[in-house]
Each structure stands twice: as C-alpha cells, then as structure tokens.
C-alpha cells in the first residue's frame, strides 16, 4: 500500500471524496475513523497516511481526534489533510498538526474542499456547482499528494473559533413522535449515542454533533430543537451515498 486514507463522514461528501483519492492514487486503502476510533492503538502503515474528514467548527470531528490520539507514526510517514467544508475550514488542519505534534508527526500538506453543508444551509445553485466540481477538484488536488508536497506551514497563533472539546448534546437533538424505534440512527451513530427504549430513539449526551442521525433519519423525527434557525433546516445527503454506506462506515454493514 502506498497511500492509507483515514476518514469520518456523517452525509457522504467526506466518503465521496476519500472514494475519488482511492481512485486517483495508486494503491491506496480506505480505513473508516468510526470503526477504528476505539482502539488503543492504530498503527500508521509507511507511505502517505491521508486524514479526511469535515470541518466542524474548524476543526476535526472528534472521532478524527480520537482516532489520531491513538495512532503511531513511522518516522518518514507522509502525512496529510483533506478536509470538506461548507464556507471555510478555519483551523482545521492547524489543529491537526498540533494533535500530530503530540504523538511525533507532522503535517505536510493541508488541502480542502468546499461541499454542501450539512448545518446550516448554502444557495441551491452554490450547492450544485459543489457537486458538480468535486471531482474535478479532486483531480487536481491528488497530484499534489503524489508529489508529496510539503508546503504546510504551522502557525503560532489560533483563529477565534471554538475548538471541538469534549462531546455533548449541547445543540438538544431529540427524536419526536414519529419516531417508529427502526433504529437506524442508532446504527449510524459514531459514538454509540442512541438507544431504542420502548420504540423510541434515546439520544445521550455523548453526541460529537455530526447529524447522521437528523439527516438520515427516514421519518424525519429528529429536531435539533435548541436551534430555532437551524432545527428544521433540510435534510442532506451527497446523491451517491446510501445509509447503508454511512453504516459500514461504522462497522455496521458490508464495507464500501
Ligand atoms: C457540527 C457541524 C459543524 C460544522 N462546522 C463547519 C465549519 O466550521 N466550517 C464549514 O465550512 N463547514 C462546517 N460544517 C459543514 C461540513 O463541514 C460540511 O457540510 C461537510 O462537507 C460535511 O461532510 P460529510 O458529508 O462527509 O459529513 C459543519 C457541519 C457540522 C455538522
Ligand atoms: S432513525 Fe428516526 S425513526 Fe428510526 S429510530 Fe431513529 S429517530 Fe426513530
Ligand atoms: S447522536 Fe446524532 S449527531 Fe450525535 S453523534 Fe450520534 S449520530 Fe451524530
């Protein structure tokens, strides 16, 4: 192998993206964060080692800090970021390479994309020029990584963007009653957050925000009722993503 490509996706734009790369660098390997998070340890193979995943609040989803937390480099790994995003990817990728940092690595090269968002909502129009460009973006991001190029400069100073800290419930997502208890936002659920209780979903407070289960949820059910702008938006997926790949992502179905 000469790439491993490490990444978290909640509506598919993530894994489209880390689908296009697998496609465009020559033996490379998918490695789902979801499923790999809980190890304590994950051993980095040699060669490139790819992190993708979406921006939250400019940073990396927790499982992407998990997972990093508990990951060993070799000394000559190449390592890099590929993240998507709806408006900017604030500090992202500076955040990684001071995770890195912490376990003896560092970041060479930080490349991103813009997608459609899956919080809060873009134009239509912006949307579908997003996916109609992602893989011609793709297409000119991957000569880079086959350079190797080693153009990430680190930084001293932070954006002023909240960090992703530890995770919670904060924005009170909740299923209402037309929950019929099928369970597929359980088995989407990264952190093993949600329990079906007396045919009704359970949301706990151990919630990394990534909105599978709003987004995936077939009857609707799930509100993120403290946020009055946002709690009925839209439902999003990227077009060519099923629930069921978003499940194998989590060690929950057959693999990609
Ligand atoms: C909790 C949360 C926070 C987000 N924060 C940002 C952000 O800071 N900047 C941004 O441009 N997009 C942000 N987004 C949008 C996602 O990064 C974007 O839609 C991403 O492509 C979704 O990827 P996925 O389909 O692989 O899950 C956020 C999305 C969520 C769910
Ligand atoms: S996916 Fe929707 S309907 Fe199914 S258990 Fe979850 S909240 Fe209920
Ligand atoms: S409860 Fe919903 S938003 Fe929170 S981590 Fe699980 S799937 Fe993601």
Redesign the pocket.
């Known amino acids: 192998m000469n790439t491993a490509i490490y990444y978290f996706?909640?509506?598919?734009?993530?894994?489209t993206t880390a689908r296009m790369l697998r496609q465009l660098l020559p033996e490379s390997e998918l490695f789902p964060a979801a499923e790999l998070m809980n190890l304590p340890r994950v051993e980095a193979p040699a060669g490139a080692v790819g992190l993708l995943f979406?921006?939250?609040?400019?940073d990396m989803p927790y499982p992407m800090r998990q997972l990093i937390s508990r990951m060993v480099f070799r000394p000559d790994s190449y390592l890099f970021t590929l993240t998507?995003?709806?408006?900017?990817?604030?500090d992202a990728p500076l955040r990684v390479d001071q995770l890195l940092r912490t376990r003896g690595a560092r970041l060479s090269l930080a490349l991103g994309i813009p997608?459609?968002?899956?919080?809060f909502i873009n134009p239509p129009e912006l949307d579908r020029e997003h996916l109609q460009l992602q893989r011609q973006r793709v297409e000119q991001l991957a000569p880079r990584i086959l350079a190797r190029e080693d153009s990430f400069k680190p930084r001293d100073q932070l954006l002023p963007l909240s960090p992703v800290g530890a995770p919670k419930n904060f924005r009170g997502l909740e299923a209402e009653g037309s929950c019929t208890g099928c369970g597929l936002c359980a088995r989407l659920c990264p952190m093993g957050n949600i329990e079906i209780k007396d045919g009704r979903a359970i949301i706990g407070d151990s919630c990394c925000?990534?909105?599978s289960c709003f987004h995936w949820c077939p009857n609707e059910a799930i509100w993120m009722s403290r946020e009055p702008s946002v709690a009925r938006r839209s439902k999003y997926h990227?077009p060519e993503v099923t629930a069921g790949d978003i499940a194998a992502c989590r060690g929950q179905g057959p693999a990609h």
């Open positions: 996706s909640a509506t598919g734009n993530t894994l979406p921006v939250y609040y400019g998507t995003w709806r408006g900017h990817e604030g997608m459609p968002g899956n919080s925000t990534c909105l990227h």
